[in-house]
Each structure stands twice: as structure tokens, then as C-alpha cells.
């Protein structure tokens, strides 16, 4: 390739692993959250196709910039982030992820406030 500035990734068993560290966490995260139906969970949630996903977990490519945007979005977001951080734990990371799980856990108790107040109402 003599005059070319393209360089070949690196590549282990025909996968490109510049996409290994972020895919990899977020695929292993898919598989423990959905072990059936992974590919259509994950493409769901990440907003793209399951032929994306699917290349995503079988390492083929690795995952956009949007779509990991999405499934941090997403009501695994705070998993999604959990597994992109592994073992590094900012100082930044306990008060953030308590405050992530009491605004988790507000929403739920908001939408159970509401289930009750309909089934109130119709039992009026």
C-alpha cells in the first residue's frame, strides 16, 4: 500500500478491536439484562436496527455514538453507564449514581401514585 495513509485496524479473530472496550461492556451488559431476544432489546433501545445490534453483539462493529447516547437515555441508562465505568469509580460516581437511583425509584413510585388513583377512580 505504498503512497496510501490508510492504516489497517487492529484485528483479533477478524474483529476490529478499536470497538472492543465500549462495546464489549455494553454488549455484556445486553446479554446479562436480556439473555432472550438480546439483538431486538438492545436495537430498541439504542433506536437502530436489530441487523446493527446484531453486529454490535457479535463484534462485527461497534456501537455509534447515537445509539450509545440512546441506551444511556434509555431505562437502563444508569446500567449502561455502570458498565462503561467497570472498576473506575470517580469521586464524582457515588453521589451521582445515588442521585440517579432516588430519581429512578421517584419516577416508579410516581407512576404507581397514578395506577392507584385510577383504580380509585373506577372503583368510584
Same mark, same amino acid.
Given at each position: 500500500? =505504498?503512497?496510501? =495513509?490508510?492504516?489497517?485496524?487492529?484485528?483479533?479473530?477478524?474483529?476490529?478491536?478499536?470497538?472492543?472496550?465500549? =462495546?464489549?461492556?455494553?454488549?455484556?451488559?445486553?446479554?446479562?439484562?436480556?439473555?432472550?431476544?438480546?439483538?431486538?432489546? !438492545?436495537?430498541?433501545?439504542?433506536?437502530?436496527?436489530?441487523?446493527?445490534?446484531?453486529?454490535?453483539?457479535?463484534?462485527?462493529?461497534?456501537?455509534?455514538?447515537? %445509539?450509545?447516547?440512546?441506551?444511556?437515555? =434509555? $431505562?437502563?441508562?444508569? $446500567?449502561?453507564?455502570?458498565? !462503561?465505568?467497570? $472498576?473506575?469509580?470517580?469521586?464524582?460516581?457515588?453521589?451521582?449514581?445515588?442521585?440517579?437511583?432516588?430519581?429512578?425509584?421517584?419516577?416508579?413510585?410516581?407512576?404507581?401514585?397514578?395506577?392507584?388513583?385510577? %383504580?380509585?377512580? $373506577?372503583?368510584?
Amino acid at each position: 500500500m =505504498s503512497g496510501s =495513509s490508510h492504516i489497517a485496524p487492529p484485528l483479533f479473530g477478524g474483529i476490529d478491536t478499536r470497538y472492543a472496550p465500549v =462495546s464489549e461492556a455494553v454488549c455484556a451488559l445486553a446479554r446479562r439484562l436480556w439473555p432472550r431476544k438480546t439483538q431486538h432489546h !438492545l436495537a430498541a433501545r439504542a433506536g437502530t436496527s436489530h441487523r446493527s445490534a446484531e453486529k454490535w453483539l457479535t463484534g462485527e462493529c461497534g456501537l455509534s455514538a447515537d %445509539a450509545l447516547a440512546n441506551l444511556i437515555r =434509555s $431505562d437502563v441508562g444508569i $446500567d449502561v453507564l455502570e458498565g !462503561l465505568m467497570g $472498576d473506575v469509580k470517580p469521586s464524582w460516581w457515588p453521589e451521582f449514581r445515588a442521585q440517579a437511583r432516588i430519581a429512578a425509584a421517584e419516577a416508579r413510585l410516581e407512576a404507581l401514585a397514578k395506577e392507584i388513583a385510577n %383504580a380509585r377512580r $373506577d372503583l368510584a
